[in-house]
């Protein structure tokens, strides 16, 4: 009976136990290899877009996407060790990617979104943009994503297909963009003299462009005096800082020329 017993455990081991086994320890080897594999490849080819100095974008796209295709292929490689029909699961994943298709569509958009983002190249890493209803600094392209560092200091995440379907505006493509700022001036001033003092101050401000030179005109006028028009040029990185100072500049020549407060001003006759 126990020779039975034995002779029966030592059949189901070698026929079943044993063939798994193998099949598990093979299958852990070739997941192990294979991710060894793929990082050796993403490194080598990490390498050669460094190279040939590939834009930071377009590098990273490439790689996230050789990341997924690769680590697909080890998957299938460690279901064919252990006996799974690849030819079906292949299959399968068609079957899937079609109904996830169906489901997703707005995913798959994004997807889509993202490829033309870099081809066509409207931004880059680094650059500041608005879209999207989202206003900052490209930190990353991804698949389905960018994200946006908000002037706040916020991570914002952006899917691609709003991105690119909306209207977007690059601050970063252009050496210079100009800065936008009023001065109310009150009725006794005189808006010439006012004007050529906002102008000399300006153009002595940090980082404020010579070429093109600061614009100050007449803009409009209003019951309480006339309305100028301050427009210093300067690049987007120092925008902040030369709208604050530009501000600064008017108040302090306004107070040095002794103009007065701006009021509203009423006649009153009698019929």
């Known amino acids: 009976m126990n020779q039975e017993l034995t002779s029966t455990v030592e059949s189901l081991v070698n026929t079943y136990v044993l063939p798994l086994g193998w099949k598990l320890i093979g299958a852990l080897a070739v997941w192990i290899i294979g991710g060894w ?12 877009m460094d190279a040939r100095h590939v834009d930071k974008t377009l590098a990273s796209y490439l790689d996230a996407s050789a990341n997924i295709l690769m680590k697909i292929l080890v998957l299938i490689a460690v279901l064919g060790v252990l006996g799974i029909e690849t030819t079906s699961f292949a299959a399968l994943l068609a079957a899937l990617g079609i109904a996830i298709g169906a489901a997703w569509a707005g995913l798959l958009s994004n997807f889509a979104a993202g490829l033309f983002l870099m ?13 999207g209803g989202t206003l ?20 914002v995440f952006v899917g691609n297909g709003k ?12 050496p210079y963009r100009r800065v936008e700022l009023t001065a109310q001036l009150a009725h006794a001033v005189d808006p010439q003299d006012a004007m050529q003092r906002v102008r000399e101050r300006v153009g002595r401000i940090a980082n404020v462009l010579a070429n093109p030179a600061p614009s100050v005109e007449i803009l409009t006028f209003n019951p309480m005096g006339t309305v100028i028009a301050v427009r210093p040029f300067c690049h987007n990185d120092h925008y902040w800082q030369v709208y604050f100072d530009t501000n600064r500049a008017i ?21």
């Open 37 to 48: 594999v793929v990082r050796l490849i993403r490194a080598a080819l990490g390498r050669v």
């Open 119 to 131: 081809v066509l190249r409207p931004f880059k890493v680094g650059d500041m943009i608005s879209g």
């Open 136 to 155: 900052g600094v490209v930190r990353e392209i991804g698949l389905f994503v960018t994200a946006i560092d908000t002037p706040d200091n916020v991570r």
């Open 163 to 174: 991105l690119f379907a909306d209207s977007i505006q690059n601050f970063s493509t252009n």
């Open 251 to 271: 108040t302090e020549v306004a107070g040095e020329a002794g103009y007065p407060v701006p009021e509203t001003r009423h006649v009153v006759r009698n019929a």
